[in-house]
């Protein structure tokens, strides 16, 4: 246990101070915006982890549905809070580079409000998952998750349907979008350590989850047995 | 105002909640550890369940 303390926080240290000095000394600075651009190489890849994390959440509540096993209910349980704290970085970082760019923190916009929801249905999940009572709970949160899984593309593709204020796709936007080569190699170091650093999260908070379900059982069999 | 404090600011509060979160995972696993560790020690894993002896009858 020490160990794999020990090894965790190293290594999620090592990739934030790696991403920052990337982010923050290797970058060129952006010509519009100048140094507040760089928040971008924290913004986008928090936002990719969460769709990932959010994605196998669908796909963990799917499996839940159809086997019943407790793993895909654990991972299920854990992907969904990974998910809303890098969804939690992806607000909180949008609004601080929203300030100096636009004047303004928050706009209801289509791309910032999607993004609102989605955050605000994995919330619910995870509020659904620790105070409802009975023997259903797993599978009434699985159902929730398949169908709040359906605002991710909306998020996604909300800056490709509707006019927003926040930018257009930078990456795969069409003929007018792309990165600087420099920028470019920055931003996929980033989004690759930050999706190691996502998986990091994901196996801790899936170990402690089975963790705590056999610690559930131990406890049951204890009443049974008429001891604890 | 000058944009290098909200620069800044984001990377400073994105560092706060990832090793917080992290911290956080790891102070749980500490404390489920020990609380299975003094169930186990109040109860034998093979004890025989008290209520659901069966009758000698």
Known sequence: MKKLATISVVLV???LGI??????AVAPTE???????????YHVPSGWV?????FINFVASAVYLWKRSAGSDALAAASAEVGVVFCTV????????????WGIWWTWDARLTTTLVLWLIYVSYLVL???????QTQVL??????????????VYMSIRWFRTQHPSPVMGGGQNSGLDPAMAHVFLTNLAAFTLMGIV??????KLQMQEHALESAHAQAALKGVA | MNGIVFLKAAYAVSWIIYLGYLGRILLRMKKVAAEREELDRTIPRNAAPATLKRSAV
């Open chain 1, 13 to 15: 240290a090592a990739l």
């Open chain 1, 19 to 24: 991403t920052s000095y990337l982010g923050l």
């Open chain 1, 31 to 41: 010509q519009t915006m100048g140094d507040v651009q760089r928040i971008f190489y």
């Open chain 1, 50 to 54: 969460a769709f990932l994390c959010f």
């Open chain 1, 90 to 101: 992806l607000l909180i970082t949008g609004p601080l580079w929203a300030r100096p760019v």
């Open chain 1, 129 to 135: 998952r620790r105070f409802a009572a009975g023997g």
């Open chain 1, 141 to 154: 949160a699985a159902a929730f998750a398949i169908f709040g899984f359906a605002d991710v593309p909306i």
């Open chain 1, 201 to 206: 999260f994901l196996v801790l908070r899936y």
